[in-house]
């Protein structure tokens, strides 16, 4: 435990906060190479990147990740996944592979293996019919009019409608050229139809946000141009101009994360902004931060976290007893100065809530997350600021902002409140599987071990709506669902803690069946390991051991109860086992979860900041044994 606390200590910034990497999968990249394509069209026909070195690295990058089948999978051990395949395959080609070397070969024999280009998801098509290689009657709109529809837009994820107005802006205006005679023509699956298919029946939402798709494109087609409506256009472009340039301010590229960073460059772009407007060079500055080359690596990151990371580290090296140590104190100054002080989103339905919470990246105002503000409360219950009372005053506050933020259901989401439109996910371009933000419990877990760690009585009425909520959705073996990150071990344990601080007796029920859930999936060698593939299955499957993931069943065990198992204590023992001389661990699956069977993170972190948590939970156990 004292060699993780040190490890993690060397690694923390001078300014007070930590910070690791965070990866992802192929497509990043590969949309890398759109972007280039969509700022810098040819010329005659020939594509000559402004970024040649830059974009070689990519495509390096992204042949260093084929599987033996020749396709690419969204997360480490995972099968070939079509849109990914499909987004290195144009990448590729556009970088100027032959589609006759053997590499490219292999790609296109998986991707057809797996239904062909029409398989592949609608942020694919398009983006392809962004160039004319899909063909836009076949991909779904995005209707940039959503803007004048009062606040619809706030019915969808945070992200989501971060991702889709400035694609919306996007979509509106005419394709841009790929290179003469470049297409995807050898990745169509004969037979099958390009367009969209429904099974729902006649009678269903999914057809009915078909229509609307169809009326959408005959709105949008030339001859309506003529008519008034295209003053409606226009005000909707407006409208959504001002949205995304006002959620630019106080903020690291738009909502901080990559895909509306990169659409927002392109809106910028057919909006007319010159790339010397400083509006476009601060969007390009903000989203080529997110690039990582070392030399040795190239990726993107999918944006930044390091309020995340540091919440979780902070909580942990205090419950390892380094409270007093001055890289705490840094951390809570550092945290101080990230709290939200002014209205975002959120704000929409909480019109009178006093700004507070925390983002997760350097800069976010607009998006405050509940998740992260209830870790940096527990982060805070240890690292203290040298200026004690601005931080009890900054608690408070955001004490009182995630009460705010409780949904009807008794549970928290991750940005907004009651964000459960349910028929949003049957629109035609919801299929990224994050249209909506629900109540999950591996959220509300940790707000409730928060809330109640920072002295909210657990008698109220808010805590036991909180339970409840966790009650009513535990799992029919024992586990709960875990939304962020993989999978059924993450919610369970988060359930637990929440469970436990709210002085649920760990002789109910309901405790007693998860913590024989966890001992029921342990590894032969002592630890846990869950794919990702629990999400496409939707109960668990495992996988090998991980650090972070035997990390959350130890502390899973712990809450529940478990203090003597062998289960435990050949968890603990898997840690010790395993720990490198540099007080590290070593892990080679994604553990975080971005969109549930669409996306996935590794958090470089995870598995040394959790371990230590884990570690120092067991030695409590034995000290109040003792």
């Given at each position: ?6 490890s993690?200590?060397d ?19 590969a ?15 020939v594509?000559?990147?402004l ?45 100027g ?6 590499r490219?070969?292999r ?23 962004l ?14 009019e959503?803007?004048l529809m ?14 889709v107005?400035?694609l ?9 050229p ?18 969209f ?10 057809t009915?946000f078909?229509s ?18 295209k ?21 690291d ?22 790339p010397?407007h ?14 990582k ?10 944006c930044?976290?390091?309020?995340w990371?540091?919440g ?7 419950e ?6 001055k890289?705490?104190h ?6 101080l ?18 700004p ?18 209830a ?10 600021s040298l ?14 902002w ?6 009807s259901d008794g549970?928290?989401?991750a ?25 999950c419990?591996?959220i ?12 909210v ?20 073996d024992?586990?709960?669902?875990g939304r962020?990150g993989v ?31 966890l001992?029921?999936v342990?590894?032969a ?12 299955k ?10 972070s993931q035997?990390a959350w069943a130890v ?9 003597t198992s062998?289960?435990l ?7 010790v086992n395993?720990q ?11 553990t ?14 995870y ?15 034995r000290e109040q044994?003792?």
């Amino acid at each position: 435990m004292e060699r993780s606390a040190q490890s993690l200590l060397d690694r923390q910034h001078p300014d007070g906060y930590w910070w690791g990497d965070l990866t992802a999968d192929t497509t990043l990249e590969a949309d890398y190479l759109l972007l280039e394509l969509w700022m810098h069209p040819p010329v005659n026909g020939v594509w000559n990147p402004l970024h040649p070195g830059r974009i070689r690295r990519a495509l390096e990058a992204i042949l260093a990740r084929q599987l033996p089948d020749g396709g690419f999978n969204i997360y480490p051990h995972g099968p070939s996944e079509i849109s990914a395949s499909v987004k290195s395959y144009f990448a590729l080609k556009l970088g100027g592979l032959s589609p006759d070397d053997a590499r490219m070969r292999r790609l296109r024999e998986c991707v057809l293996a797996l239904g062909g280009l029409q398989a592949a998801n609608s942020y694919v098509k398009i983006n392809l019919s962004l160039f004319d290689l899909y063909p836009r009657e076949h991909a779904p709109v995005v209707p940039v009019e959503i803007m004048l529809m009062r606040d619809v837009i706030y019915e969808m994820s945070s992200w989501t409608r971060a991702i889709v107005i400035p694609l919306a802006i996007v979509q509106a205006h005419a394709p841009k050229p790929a290179p003469a005679g470049f297409n995807l023509d050898e990745l169509i699956t004969p037979g099958v139809p390009l367009e969209f298919t429904n099974g729902d029946g006649l009678f269903s939402w999914r057809t009915l946000f078909l229509s609307l798709d169809r009326a959408f494109k005959f709105w949008s087609s030339k001859a309506v141009e003529r008519l008034p409506v295209k003053a409606v256009r226009q005000k909707a472009i407006k409208a959504a101009e001002n949205w995304i340039l006002e959620r630019t301010k106080h903020s690291d590229g738009l909502a901080a994360i990559y895909p509306p960073m990169m659409y927002l460059m392109m809106a910028l772009d057919v909006l007319g902004y010159p790339p010397e407007h400083p509006e476009a060079v601060e969007a390009r500055r903000q989203f080529e931060a997110l690039i990582k080359d070392d030399g040795h690596h190239f990726f993107f990151q999918p944006c930044f976290s390091p309020v995340w990371d540091t919440g979780i580290v902070a909580y942990a090296l205090g419950e390892a007893g380094f409270d007093q140590s001055k890289g705490m104190h840094r951390a809570a100054d550092w945290l101080l100065t990230k709290e939200v002080r002014q209205k975002g989103d959120w704000s929409v339905k909480r019109p009178g809530v006093e700004p507070s919470g925390w983002y997760f990246e350097f800069a976010n105002e607009f998006y405050p997350d509940i998740d992260d503000t209830a870790q940096v409360l527990l982060g805070l219950k240890h690292a203290r600021s040298l200026h004690m009372e601005r931080q009890r005053a900054c608690m408070d506050r955001a004490v009182q902002w995630l009460l705010a933020m409780q949904g009807s259901d008794g549970g928290w989401a991750a940005f907004d409140v009651d964000n459960n439109w349910s028929f949003l996910n049957a629109v035609p371009f919801a299929d990224h599987n994050a249209m909506l933000d629900p109540s999950c419990p591996d959220i509300t877990g940790r707000v409730v071990e928060a809330l109640c760690e920072c002295g909210v009585n657990p008698a109220l009425p808010a805590i036991r709506k909180g339970v409840e909520f966790l009650r009513r959705n535990q799992e029919a073996d024992g586990s709960w669902f875990g939304r962020w990150g993989v999978a059924y071990i993450y919610g369970t344990f988060l359930a637990l803690r929440g469970l436990r601080a709210a002085g649920e007796d760990d002789r109910e029920a309901h405790v007693l069946r998860a913590g024989e859930w966890l001992r029921s999936v342990q590894n032969a060698d002592g630890g846990w390991g869950e794919s990702c593939a629990s999400y496409d299955k939707g109960s668990f499957v495992a996988a090998h051991s991980t650090a972070s993931q035997t990390a959350w069943a130890v502390l899973g065990l712990i809450a529940s109860g478990d203090t003597t198992s062998e289960s435990l204590h050949n968890g603990v023992e898997y840690l010790v086992n395993t720990q490198r001389p540099d007080g590290c661990w070593h892990e080679d699956l994604a553990t975080g979860t971005g969109f549930p069977k669409v996306f996935y993170l590794t958090y470089h972190m995870y598995r040394d900041s959790f371990p230590l948590m884990a570690l120092a939970g067991f030695l409590k156990t034995r000290e109040q044994a003792a």
